[in-house]
């Protein structure tokens, strides 16, 4: 009987130098980025779509109650490592209150404005609220 060799480990080459440079502050309020705008006209041309993490179970949970409703949300997934970046440009778009602390996701935006992340709209669909905000968003054709 033979014996397995072993695989000898392996070293990648980095395509360049690892380097960050701080944020640059203003005292003036920085034009919106490239990626904020993409997002922004995303966001007006969908009467539903949820953000989140690539692979999250809530996006699923989220996508299941609003197909419920007779909704066919847009997916937005984030990869790893980018989240941090779509939730600060989300919380630009979304008018989002910082006081409320940091946006999460998933967040679902309605009718083009940040309606909140998987607990606003199952409570919302609890107390009925989400049929009425869904249709007057163009959501569903009821």
Not at 23 to 43: G, H, I
């Amino acid at each position: 009987m033979q014996k397995a060799a072993a695989i000898p480990n392996q070293t990648w080459p980095i395509a360049g130098p690892l380097t960050s440079t701080p944020p640059q502050m203003s005292a003036e309020s920085d034009p919106p980025s490239p990626q904020t705008e993409d997002l922004r006209k995303t966001v007006a041309e969908n009467a539903v779509i949820v953000f989140g993490r690539r692979g999250c179970c809530m996006i699923h949970v989220a996508k299941r109650l609003l197909h419920g409703l007779g909704a066919n949300p847009a997916i937005y997934e984030a990869d790893e490592g980018r989240e941090s970046d779509l939730i600060k440009a989300l919380e630009d778009i979304g008018d989002y209150d910082p006081k409320d602390g940091r946006l999460q996701f998933p967040a679902v935006f309605v009718g083009g404005r940040l309606f909140g992340g998987l607990d606003r709209v199952i409570g919302a669909h609890i107390t009925g609220e989400l049929t009425p905000v869904l249709k007057e968003a163009g959501a569903l054709w009821l």
